[in-house]
């Protein structure tokens, strides 16, 4: 069974970085596509970044492109997304995903099976 738990959401003030983790089980990186998503009040969920799982190739949404980085610790089985120069704009409840296509490389929603959930950050302006 995949399981996927976030944690390293917190209040951060803009300008400032955070590095949030996933915890995954039930799977191995080269077979999953890994992904973060996050989901602002009153909005829909929206894509930040993914890696496949057979290359490692990554995709960020525009939006965060240069300032947060996807990756992975095969050792410990974790999905890292670091973060840097946080905007106010940035608060979300952040959550990792999976799917077992290793050459998927997506930004949508409906592509991922398997999903944590959550973990808040919130930038104070």
């Known amino acids: 069974e995949v399981q996927l738990v976030e944690s390293g959401g917190t209040l951060v003030q803009a300008g400032g970085s955070l590095r949030l983790s996933c915890a995954a089980s039930?799977?191995?990186?080269?077979?999953?596509?890994v992904a973060w998503f996050r989901q602002a009040p009153g909005k829909g969920r929206e894509g930040v970044s993914c890696r496949s799982g057979s290359d490692g190739w990554t995709t960020y949404a525009d939006s965060v492109k240069g300032r947060f980085t996807i990756s992975i610790d095969n050792a410990k089985n974790m999905v890292y997304l670091q973060m840097n120069n946080l905007k106010p704009e940035d608060t979300a409840v952040y959550y990792c995903?999976?799917?077992?296509?290793?050459?998927?490389?997506?930004?949508?929603?409906?592509?991922?099976?398997?999903w944590g959930r959550g973990t808040q950050v919130t930038v104070s302006s």
């Open positions: 039930g799977f191995t990186f080269d077979d999953y596509a």
């Open positions: 995903a999976a799917d077992p296509r290793p050459l998927l490389v997506s930004l949508k929603v409906p592509d991922f099976r398997s």
